[in-house]
């Protein structure tokens, strides 16, 4: 006999917990098996440093900084990858929020990375307000301007306009980022979204490829999606689509 509708509902929800019972035990092994592994090779490798540098040559000495300055890049990457996890497996709370009131927030905590740098935001007026949950809201446009700000690093003229318009007839919301930075070859569109894929080196800007990742899956929890568009030395479209509730 084929399940009635609130059995399947049942199921669902039995299937839904499960999966991020799942999601927390990871979670748990991060934080605390892995990393307690990772703090004894950061220190062991540190005390090396300490009590036997002076005694080591050149490239011996050349290893141990490799050691050391690898286990801290991979103590961040396990740190994204905790948030990574955590925005999979949290609670939705769905209500109205001002993106008006989001993104000058997000604006204000950015300010200490653009320094003395020019840089002129052209945001439309009365932006509109979206249904979604306002700490995904803020961390999707945090990782998108973040963005805007690393790749306009070398334009004299930093330039980035924010507008929004309606998506479809249901009464979603389309918001929507362009810089002038220096945008990247379409033809790595396939990977922009997958964690630690750079398109540019690490030398030329910092971060670890964590940001669309991150961008994606805050979008999804709110049943919304994320787009992103550009050509080299063109610039960046990111466009935010929040679906109606």
Not at 73 to 84: E, R
Not at 156 to 172: C, E, F, K, L, M
Request: proline share 4%; charged share 15%.
């Amino acid at each position: 006999m084929a399940p009635t509708p609130l059995e399947r509902i049942a199921q669902l929800e039995a299937e839904l917990a499960a999966q991020r019972q799942e999601m927390q035990d990871f979670t748990s092994a991060v934080s605390h098996d892995l990393r307690a592994s990772l703090r004894h090779i950061s220190s062991y490798a540190q005390l090396v440093q300490e009590d036997a540098g002076p005694q080591l040559n050149d490239e011996l000495r050349g290893f141990l900084d490799t050691v050391v300055g690898s286990a801290k890049h991979l103590g961040v990457q396990m740190d994204a990858l905790l948030q990574l996890s955590r925005i999979g497996s949290q609670p939705v709370r769905t209500e109205a929020v001002s993106l008006q009131a989001a993104i000058a927030a997000t604006r204000a905590a950015l300010a200490a990375q653009t320094g003395d740098r020019s840089v002129l935001w052209r945001i439309e007026d009365a932006l509109p307000e979206v249904q979604g949950d306002p700490g995904l809201v803020q961390l999707a446009l945090q990782q998108v301007l973040d963005n805007a700000l690393k790749f306009t690093a070398g334009v004299p003229q930093t330039t980035i306009d924010v507008s929004a318009q309606r998506a479809g007839p249901h009464g979603g919301v389309c918001l929507t980022i362009v810089d002038n930075g220096v945008g990247f070859n379409p033809s790595l569109q396939a990977s922009l979204f997958q964690p630690f894929q750079r398109l540019h080196t690490a030398r030329q800007f910092a971060g670890l490829g964590m940001g669309l990742a991150l961008t994606r899956k805050a979008m999804q929890r709110m049943q919304g999606s994320v787009g992103v568009h550009a050509t080299v030395g063109q610039g960046c479209t990111v466009r935010l689509v929040f679906a109606t509730r």
